[in-house]
């Protein structure tokens, strides 16, 4: 039998700068269905959310939106 996974879209900083990044990962469940994040994921990040499945950010904090006038 598998192991229960989630599939998410981690938004985090980096402890070293102010920058957000994103990246989609996926992490098993334990048998409660809470998700299992490894220390060596978290190590050096301040997670700012966690959203359900590949999540395409189209602005966020810091990004510049272009007028096309």
């Not at 192991?3 to 879209?9: E, H, I, L």
């Not at 189209?58 to 990004?63: A, L, M, R, T």
């Amino acid at each position: 039998m598998s192991a229960a996974k989630r599939k998410v879209t981690v938004i985090y900083c980096c402890d070293d700068d102010l920058a957000m990044y994103r990246k989609t990962q996926t992490f098993n469940l334990n048998a409660y269905g809470d998700m299992i994040i490894p220390q060596k994921f978290k190590r050096g990040k301040t997670i700012v959310a966690f959203c359900d499945g590949d999540v395409n950010v189209i602005n966020s904090v810091g990004d510049k939106l272009v007028d096309e006038y």
